[in-house]
């Protein structure tokens, strides 16, 4: 989902890596709804695994300030190609899952498992 969101292709001339978040961020009101619900669903999906309370708060943080700013004409536009909820978020998860299930390591985005 990060990945669809934040890095679906490079554009050409700058080697930035963008994705529907920004794409559709350009849409007023409806763009900035469906990306902040597909942020979300990551927010969920790290409740799911048990993440505390702080966690999602500061990943429902981010998702909430790309959503509120990301609205904003023009401006907002040029955050959303800044601000980078969903990776932000994708960290978060990584990091806890690291910590918590040191048994799993990623591995270029995929998990693996290590026989201990």
Known sequence: MEAV????????????????DSILGLV???GDIVTASMGAWLVWEA???G???FQLARMAGNV???????????VGDLFDFAFRSNSRNLRIIKRYLDKHHPGT??????AVAIDR
């Open 64 to 74: 909430g300030i790309d959503a509120v700013l990301g609205a904003v004409p023009i």
């Open 5 to 20: 969101l934040e890095r679906l292709f490079v554009v050409p001339g700058i080697n930035r890596p963008v994705g529907l």
């Open 47 to 49: 409740r799911n695994l």
């Open 51 to 53: 993440m505390s309370k």
């Open 28 to 30: 007023p009101v409806v």
């Open 105 to 110: 390591i990623m591995v270029e985005g995929e």
